[in-house]
């Protein structure tokens, strides 16, 4: 795959979660069922195509220590997320109704640490590598000074109001369809 597909790709999917997510809300109850299933297996595709994002910006930052490091802080904050959806996906097949879904979250997330790393603390490293190289790409004027904006505004707006996540994709995707047109590495410097 074109990992420049993977700039414009990752925030669809992220739109798709989340309108299907407030589409399965009508109802007055978030799963289990097809939407549910559908909306997180979409946003699980997200997060895949999002490592191939921050490998790219990593590489667009010239593959220095700190770049490395917000990738790799980001891919952790990935893998959590993968995690968390994983185990949404798993209980959504396990419950016959939404009452037994939150039964079983109750189970889960009663497991010592794993509250903390799979939905707490660990996902958020996503949304701090991320920011922080697109951040570290616009002190290297590679991306426009707005670009970190956009990503932030995206990051910060499931915090605030989750049906708000088709807003910050379309966010995510005017921030990230420039970077779709510039995989190449940063030039390296000369060495006297």
Same mark, same amino acid.
């Given at each position: ?23 399965d ?7 289990p ?12 595709a ?5 490592? /191939? ?15 490395? &490091? ?45 509250s ?22 616009a ?7 707005w670009?970190?904006?956009? &990503? ?13 996540m088709?807003?910050?994709?379309i ?8 970077l779709?047109?510039?995989? /190449? ?7 006297a």
């Amino acid at each position: 795959m074109n990992p420049r597909i993977a700039f414009i790709a990752a925030p669809l999917l992220v739109l798709a979660y989340g309108v299907i997510r407030i589409l399965d809300g009508l109802d007055g109850a978030r799963g289990p069922g097809l939407a549910w299933t559908t909306g997180h297996l979409a946003f699980m595709a997200a997060l895949v195509l999002f490592a /191939s994002t921050f490998v790219q910006m990593r590489r667009m930052a010239g593959r220095n220590t700190l770049s490395t &490091v917000w990738t790799g802080l980001g891919i952790a904050g990935i893998l959590t997320l993968l995690a968390q959806f994983g185990i949404d996906v798993v209980l959504g097949f396990m419950a016959a109704d939404h009452a037994a879904l939150g039964a079983l979250f109750d189970q889960v997330q009663a497991v010592p640490g794993l509250s903390l790393v799979v939905y707490e603390g660990g996902p958020l490293l996503f949304f701090v590598g991320q920011i922080a190289l697109v951040t570290q790409l616009a002190a290297q004027r590679l991306v426009r000074v707005w670009t970190p904006i956009l &990503v932030l505004l995206d990051c910060v707006v499931p915090f605030v109001e989750k049906d708000l996540m088709p807003l910050g994709a379309i966010l995510l995707l005017i921030s990230f369809a420039p970077l779709a047109g510039r995989t /190449s590495p940063a030039p390296v410097p000369a060495h006297a």
